[in-house]
């Protein structure tokens, strides 16, 4: 019997809450351009749950302009769900980040 299952592509342009995200994907490495401050992600993706860091040119909470995430996929693959958080301990700050992919 032949598995006729697909497992859904992450790979794409994603409509987010912090401006359009564009994904890749090679092995279990993510990279990923976002938003209008040259935002940038890198990390690693393990099933449905990508982990790495966040980077943005635009300076943020006290001149911190990067910092960690968690996301993670539907499992249709069409939305995602994610926490970041600044680098810095000291630096108050986390949220939440929505994306729902384009067609």
Not at 38 to 53: C, L, P, W
Not at 57 to 70: D, K
């Amino acid at each position: 019997m032949e598995n006729t299952r697909s497992e859904p592509s992450f790979v794409g342009v994603w409509e987010t809450d912090h401006g359009k995200l564009d994904l890749k994907i090679q092995g279990n490495k993510v990279t990923g351009t976002y938003g209008t401050s040259a935002g940038r992600i890198e990390g690693t993706i393990n099933g449905n749950v990508v982990n790495g860091i966040w980077r943005q040119t635009a300076p943020c909470v006290l001149g911190i302009s990067w910092g960690t995430f968690a996301l993670t996929f539907s499992a249709d693959g069409r939305s995602f769900t994610s926490r970041w958080s600044y680098a810095d301990n000291f630096a108050p700050g986390w949220g939440n980040w929505y994306g729902k992919k384009q067609n």
